[in-house]
């Protein structure tokens, strides 16, 4: 019933079209990680051994919708730069994925 | 020029909770005109100074600042600081400054990655800027600090530019004002507390003098940045230079 009144009115959802950014946003190698530093003690109370260091970061999915690539790239690169990495102690990196 | 009452803007930001205190400051013991500001206006009620105040800022979500930056009335606060109105950002108001970039450098998680809650040294190192004319060079304050990334980092070259231009108005120091490694509460680079931009109009520091400034809590030593403020905007005395005000440690 649902499928024929879509049809009625003209809509067919557009199913698959979307692009999927995937966001790493790390310290930078010279700003102390104070939280891997505990993190990496934790390591060793769990007694797993030759841990020699643990740097912490954050991990963001961004989705767009369409196909654009290109387009989505640029985006991602923007949103990274001026609000997901402070620059002054972050690094970041991404990959962009169309799942067409 | 005399204004009769100056008029103190606080920011509020979902999430601020030293707003109150720094309106409180304004009104009651200062005797000024006081203003809230919601996050959202596109005015800043023709205040006289800005305050960004404590707390945190829309949770603190991403970064200690970073939403808040993106928020209407901060666009105006930019505006304000680059004609010359004075801002001061106190705890999450100087994480938002750095955000915001009217502030170089970031403030990091504290090293000991605990909130530090207690009352500290404070060395004034330039008594020359419209945030400090009450006090003297050198002078130790005692102040509260409360939070959990007040770890000031800035890359070396950076730090040597605010030092040489008298940028450094407060460190953490001891009772004596030797500023040393055990006076540092937070990790904070050259122990530093409290920065101004080059032009001398905006000054961020994680300290609290909002909450040394009523007889009543038993510290006042923070009301005189108040007192300093209104001196400076009721006479638009302009110091020649604040980098004469630096205060250089005696070897």
Redesign the interface.
């Given at each position: 019933m649902m499928k024929s009144a879509l049809v009625i009115h003209g809509w067919i959802p557009e199913r698959g079209a979307m692009i999927h950014s995937r966001i790493h946003v790390t310290l930078r190698p010279?700003?102390?990680d104070?939280?891997g530093k505990?993190v990496s003690h934790a390591i060793g109370t769990l007694g797993i051994a030759g841990v020699s260091t643990v740097r912490m970061g954050k991990y963001v999915e961004v989705t767009f919708e369409g196909n654009d690539v290109a387009a989505a790239r640029a985006a991602t690169e923007e949103i990274c730069r001026k609000?997901?990495a402070?620059p002054?102690?972050e690094d970041y990196r991404f990959e962009v994925e169309n799942e067409g | 020029m005399k204004n009769a009452t100056v008029r103190f803007g606080v920011v509020v930001f979902p999430g601020s909770n030293c707003d109150h205190d720094a309106y409180q400051v304004c009104k009651k013991i200062l005797g000024q005109d006081a203003v809230f500001l919601w996050h959202k206006e596109h005015s800043l009620q023709a205040a006289d100074v800005v305050i960004l105040p404590g707390g945190f800022s829309y949770g603190d979500y991403l970064r200690c600042g970073a939403i808040a930056r993106f928020s209407p009335v901060m666009q105006e606060v930019a505006a304000f600081a680059a004609d010359g109105g004075l801002v001061i950002g106190i705890c999450n108001g100087f994480q938002i400054l750095v955000e915001a970039g009217l502030l170089p450098g970031v403030l990091l998680r504290n090293d000991s990655l605990r909130f530090v809650c207690r009352h500290v040294h404070l060395r004034v190192d330039n008594a020359f800027t419209p945030f400090t004319g009450e006090y003297a060079p050198g002078e130790v304050l005692t102040i509260p600090i409360a939070h959990g990334d007040g770890n000031y980092f800035v890359d070396e070259r950076t730090l040597r530019e605010l030092e040489a231009n008298g940028q450094v108005v407060f460190r953490y120091c001891d009772a004596t004002g030797a500023v040393t490694p055990e006076a540092n509460p937070n990790g904070s680079l050259a122990n530093v507390a409290g920065i101004v931009n080059a032009e001398g109009n905006v000054l961020g520091m994680m300290p609290h003098p909002e909450r040394a400034s009523d007889p009543l809590l038993g510290y006042t030593d923070g009301r005189r940045l108040f007192d300093s403020i209104l001196d400076h905007v009721m006479s638009r005395v302009v110091p020649t230079s604040f980098a004469e005000g630096t205060f250089v440690q005696q070897k």
């Open positions: 010279s700003i102390l104070p939280q505990a609000l997901l402070n002054v102690m | -």
